[in-house]
């Protein structure tokens, strides 16, 4: 069973930064089972949205709203992938999701975590 555990959100002040990690577990990174991973995210009362993935071999993609201020990574021998954003906005506040494909194109999400941004 795939499962994936959300940390690192928090409330912080517009300006500071957050890394969010994404643990995964039940399917290894270095066996090439996942085909991409991202992060979502949903502010109170909206849409999720797409915010960043990365692809098993590195080509990172980003939305436009973050692209200047957000770094996605992963480390292969901790099964971990993390969301970097720094310069944080309030309108950054959201619960924001990690979720995986695999080579099947099945997702699997994790249940997010909380980032608050007061200005």
């Known amino acids: 069973q795939v499962l994936l555990v959300e940390s690192g959100g928090g409330s912080v002040q517009a300006g500071e930064s957050l890394r969010l990690s994404c643990v995964v577990s039940g399917a290894s990174f270095r066996l090439g089972f996942f085909e991409s991973m991202t992060w979502y995210r949903r502010a109170p009362g909206q849409e999720r949205e797409f915010v960043a993935s990365?692809?098993?071999?590195?080509?990172?993609n980003y939305a436009e709203s973050v692209k200047d201020r957000c770094t996605i990574s992963r480390d292969d021998a901790k099964n971990t992938l993390y969301l970097q954003i720094d310069s944080l906005k309030p309108e950054d506040t959201a619960v924001y999701t990690c979720?995986?494909?695999?080579?099947?194109?099945?997702?699997?999400w994790g249940r997010g975590t909380l980032v608050t941004v007061s200005a």
């Open positions: 990365i692809s098993s071999g590195g080509r990172a």
């Open positions: 979720g995986v494909f695999d080579n099947n194109n099945v997702p699997y």
